[in-house]
């Protein structure tokens, strides 16, 4: 979906930067830096300020790229879930069962399991260096956050 503010509301330039002209990218929303934090808190940080989540298409297309934080090669959520169901290559392949007691079930309209949200690194800067990883995150695992938001424009 759309970011509920536009780039120019958010006051994020960088739409032609990389990537598609109709989005834009950034790390240190409202002046800060996300740290690592589990999915749902990467949702609230983004659209709290209007924003979203980046899908694994922007990251990869650097969208983000150069936007603060020193994220640019570090693990990052997306809002991408497609090809985690189907036993698609894991960042922990045989999870050992953890002595984590079971979270209570809350009514929330996130995925139970977090091995459905796909993570890649903040930007291509990491495959310069030789690194690259196009996986699926592990329940428990914690990444740090882009966001996007579009710009409004030319939307059929």
């Known amino acids: 979906g759309d ?3 536009t780039c120019t509301e958010l006051g994020w330039a960088n ?3 990389h ?3 109709t989005v834009c990218g950034e790390t240190d929303v409202a002046g800060s830096c ?3 934090v589990s999915w749902e808190e990467a949702v609230d940080f983004c659209e ?3 924003a979203r989540l980046c899908t694994l298409e922007e990251l990869t297309d650097d969208e983000a790229k150069g936007t603060g934080c020193s994220y640019d090669d570090v693990l990052t959520w997306t809002s991408t879930s497609w090809g985690c169901m189907e036993g698609s290559p894991s960042t922990n392949p045989s999870p050992i069962p953890s002595a984590v007691p079971t979270p209570v079930p809350t009514t929330s309209i996130f995925p139970t399991s977090y091995e459905s949200i796909r993570v890649t690194y903040g930007s291509t800067l990491s495959a310069d260096v030789g690194d690259s990883y196009d996986g ?3 329940n428990g ?3 740090v956050v882009r966001c996007c938001a579009d710009t409004h ?3 059929t």
Do not use: P
Request: with cysteine; charged share 15%.
């Open 3 to 5: 970011s509920d503010m």
């Open 15 to 17: 739409t032609i930067k």
């Open 19 to 21: 990537g598609s002209t």
């Open 34 to 36: 996300s740290g690592e």
């Open 48 to 50: 709290a300020v209007g």
């Open 136 to 138: 699926c995150s592990t």
């Open 141 to 143: 695992h914690m990444y």
């Open 153 to 155: 424009e030319n939307i």
